[in-house]
């Protein structure tokens, strides 16, 4: 139960609202693992998805975060070139 708390607490710091449905949650903890780097594919067959097609559909939202750090990743990776 302390888990799930902690995930709304997290959920609604990121919505910035205090006001949540549960598909809000269900939207939130699958779209984490692509905010932290799974592959989609990955998620994809975890939820049980026939198509990628589907979790990109549903789940495919990126946090402002992860875009940043996927720039900066990026950005390193030419420099070393």
Known sequence: MLI?????SLYQ???KTSKWLPT???K??????????????IVSRILG?????TTEKAYAF???KTIDDAMLS???KMQEL
């Open 4 to 8: 799930l708390a902690k995930s709304l």
């Open 13 to 15: 710091q990121t919505a």
């Open 24 to 26: 809000d949650y269900q």
């Open 28 to 41: 939130y903890k699958n779209s984490t693992p692509l905010n932290n780097g799974v592959p989609i594919g």
């Open 49 to 53: 998805h026939a198509s990628i097609k």
């Open 62 to 64: 990126l946090l402002d």
């Open 74 to 76: 990026f950005e390193k």
